[in-house]
């Protein structure tokens, strides 16, 4: 595991749009496809604790890629979102994601993709 960790961490490296790190690559992904959403929800849905999503949103604000803004309802609650100029971001990311998935697979037949992937949502 640490092998194919490794493998994929090159890769992703060497594709990732941005500068982006693995968490901030996962946050910005379900952020685009959210749309907005409070910090703690992009937390839950991204799996990351609150230490974890708060410097992950931290960075990719100070990189300018996400705008943190006061909810109108609840001015205690931010609400996070793509920044404007990012907004296209998600096409960019998509394509991206896929590369590094079909590069860190491509050892692999076909056969052997669909088992592993599907060995991997096993211990998800």
């Excluded at 959403?37 to 992950?56: H, W």
């Excluded at 692999?108 to 088992?115: D, G, P, R, V, Y």
């Amino acid at each position: 595991m640490r092998l194919a960790n490794q493998r994929h961490s090159v890769l992703f490296q060497a594709v990732a749009p941005a500068d982006l790190t693995p968490t901030q690559f996962a946050a910005l992904m379900k952020l685009a496809e959210l749309s907005e959403c409070s910090q703690n929800e992009l937390g839950r849905q991204t799996a990351m604790d609150v230490a974890t999503i708060k410097g992950v949103i931290e960075r990719l604000r100070k990189k300018g890629l996400v705008d943190v803004n006061s909810d109108p309802n609840d001015k205690r609650r931010a609400v996070l979102s793509i920044a404007a100029e990012h907004a296209d971001l998600l096409p960019v990311l998509t394509a991206a994601g896929q590369k590094i998935s079909d590069l860190t697979l491509s050892p692999l037949t076909a056969a052997e993709q669909k088992s592993f992937l599907k060995l991997l949502k096993k211990l998800g």
